[in-house]
């Protein structure tokens, strides 16, 4: 059964340091998305992607944060400097329509 | 802003009986609904979901019922499994949108052997 796959699966870093967050969404999807869970707390929408460009974003989507897809199969998330509150588990998901597939997640700590 | 609640942290059930958890929402513009499931160390599993334009839809032992007057959804399972154990969480996307999901805060379901 096909599955959206996310690397690494816990990544530590230093506040400041950039961080570049991989998925590999489901191959047929057309939409992608950005979501985080701070731990304690609910998962929260960050980013929306189709047709290579961001369809939505949230408030905490701000310049700090990056998308792309730089080829066919990759879609990443950078955070340009991390800052201690970016610390989350981070869930790629993507769809066709209707119900969103989650990958697994990656844990960011950031120290 | 808690648009989707699921005023519920925790639920117990003895296996083979129904689960049911609950979800409220105060968005009128969400027209569609998902449950999602979720363990820990690993990402949402989507289990099912409803449009605003039906009032049930049913899946193996899971069904969803939508009362859209009183903004309320829920998800019912029967007959419920120890392997049902885990947080359950109801999301809304609303309509026009790049199907952005709301989710609720989660409802820790355990099922009694």
């Known amino acids: 059964e096909p599955e959206v796959t996310q690397t690494p699966s816990h990544q530590v870093t230093q506040m400041g340091q950039e961080v570049i967050l991989r998925c590999v969404p489901i191959?047929?999807?057309?939409?992608f998305y950005w979501y985080r869970q701070i731990l304690g707390q609910k998962v929260e929408f960050l980013v929306s992607?189709?047709?290579?460009?961001?369809?939505?974003k949230s408030e905490i989507f701000d310049d700090q944060f990056s998308v792309e897809r730089p080829d066919g199969s990759n879609f990443t998330l950078k955070i340009r400097s991390t800052k201690l509150e970016d610390s989350a588990m981070y869930f790629c998901?993507?769809?066709?329509?209707?119900?969103?597939?989650f990958g697994p997640g990656t844990r960011l700590t950031v120290l | 802003d808690q648009q989707v609640k699921q005023n519920s942290p925790s639920l117990s059930v003895q296996e083979g009986r129904i689960s049911i958890l609950n979800c409220d929402y105060t968005?009128?513009?969400?027209?569609?609904f998902l449950w999602y499931k979720k363990y820990p160390a690993e990402g949402p599993t989507f289990l099912i979901s409803?449009?605003?334009?039906?009032d049930k839809n049913e899946d193996g032992r899971f069904t969803v019922f939508l009362n859209k007057s009183a903004k309320h959804l829920s998800l019912h399972i029967v007959p419920s499994q120890p392997g049902d154990s885990a947080v359950y969480f109801c999301?809304?996307?609303?309509?026009?949108?790049?199907?952005?999901?709301?989710f609720g805060s989660g409802t820790q379901l355990t099922v009694l052997p």
């Open positions: 999301a809304a996307v609303p309509s026009g949108s790049a199907r952005q999901l709301t």
């Open positions: 409803i449009s605003s334009i039906k």
């Open positions: 191959s047929n999807h057309l939409y």
């Open positions: 992607f189709y047709n290579n460009e961001i369809s939505e």
């Open positions: 968005n009128s513009m969400f027209d569609y």
């Open positions: 998901a993507s769809n066709l329509g209707g119900g969103q597939f």
